[in-house]
């Protein structure tokens, strides 16, 4: 059974910073793209980032190309994202996400992939 689990969110200043961590369990992360995705209330889904499996290329939205940086550990199995100079913008629950995406490299579209996190919120407000 694959799980997610999502942690590291919480309330910043703008301008702060925090890492946010996607630990798995029933599937090795290293072998499928992962991404990170948030959900602002009213908004659709977004596509934050995503890490390509093997190689580990990364991509990212143009909101937060720049800014934010996604990793992989490989030994602890587990997914983060660095987000700096955070935005009152960047207001979300954020979600980690993972599956096979139809043999794609890699995705930012929400519907390529199958797996999830129950999400961590990040809130940016002074």
């Known amino acids: 059974q694959v799980q997610l689990v999502e942690s590291g969110g919480g309330l910043v200043q703008p301008g702060g910073s925090l890492r946010l961590s996607c630990a798995a369990s029933?599937?090795?992360?290293?072998?499928?793209?992962v991404g990170w995705f948030r959900q602002a209330p009213g908004k659709e889904r977004e596509g934050v980032a995503c890490i390509s499996s093997k190689a580990g290329s990364t991509y990212y939205g143009d909101s937060v190309k720049g800014r934010f940086t996604i990793s992989r550990d490989n030994d602890k199995n587990t997914v983060y994202l660095e987000m700096n100079r955070l935005k009152p913008e960047d207001t979300a629950v954020y979600y980690c996400a993972t599956g096979d995406l139809r043999g794609l490299a890699y995705s930012l579209v929400s519907y390529d992939y199958d797996y999830w996190g129950q999400g961590t919120q990040v809130t940016v407000s002074s």
């Open positions: 029933g599937v090795t992360l290293k072998n499928y793209p």
